[in-house]
C-alpha cells in the first residue's frame, strides 16, 4: 500500500495549489469614447493594478485624469478624433484602491457637456473566473494523477 501513498499525495498537493492559484494576471477595461459627449461606460470598478483601455468610437476629445475638470498630471491621452484609435491607462496607475477621476480636457466638453467618469479600485478584488491557463493546468495535473495512479496499481499486480 505505501507504494499508492506517495504519487497520490504528490498529485492532490499539486491539484490543491493549482486550484488556489487562480489567475495572476491583472485585467484590462474597456471604455468608449463617444459616440457624442460620453464615456461608456463613464464609472467602472476594477480591482487593483487592472488597467483601462479607453477606445474612440467617435468626436473629437481626450481622456485625462484629474477631478473638477482640472488635469492631476497621472495621464492623458492628448486630443485624438480617429475613429479606433486606443489609450490605456500606464501600468500601475490603479495600483491603489480608491476612486480615480477622469475626463475630456478638449475645449468646454467636460465642464458644458458633464463629459466625465470614474474609476474605482476595489479594496478586494472582484470575483472572478480562472484563467483558461489555470484550467489547463488543472486539467494536466488531473490526468497526470491518474495516469500515475493507474501505472503503479497495474505495477503491483505482478506475480510474486
Given at each position: 500500500m505505501r507504494i499508492l501513498e506517495a504519487p497520490l499525495s504528490f498529485s492532490a498537493l499539486l491539484t490543491l495549489v493549482l486550484l488556489l492559484?487562480?489567475?495572476t494576471l491583472a485585467a484590462n477595461h474597456?471604455?468608449?469614447v463617444g459616440p457624442g459627449f460620453t464615456f461608456s461606460p463613464a464609472d467602472l470598478t476594477i480591482a487593483p493594478s487592472d488597467t483601462v483601455t479607453w477606445t474612440w468610437v467617435g468626436g473629437f476629445h481626450s481622456v485625462t485624469?484629474?477631478?473638477g475638470c482640472?488635469?492631476?498630471g497621472l495621464f492623458g491621452s492628448g486630443n485624438i478624433s480617429t475613429a479606433g484609435s486606443t489609450f490605456t491607462s500606464p501600468m500601475g496607475t490603479y495600483a491603489t484602491p480608491g476612486?480615480?477621476?477622469y475626463f475630456?480636457?478638449?475645449g468646454t466638453h467636460c465642464s458644458a457637456?458633464?463629459?466625465k467618469g470614474t474609476v474605482t479600485v476595489a479594496t478586494t478584488p472582484p470575483p472572478s473566473v480562472p484563467a483558461?491557463?489555470?484550467w489547463a493546468l488543472l486539467a494536466t495535473a488531473l490526468l497526470m494523477a491518474a495516469l500515475t495512479l493507474r501505472l503503479r496499481i497495474t505495477g503491483s499486480r505482478r506475480p510474486l
Open positions: 492559484a487562480g489567475p474597456n471604455v468608449a485624469s484629474g477631478a482640472f488635469a492631476d476612486v480615480y477621476e475630456c480636457a478638449v457637456f458633464n463629459m483558461m491557463e489555470t
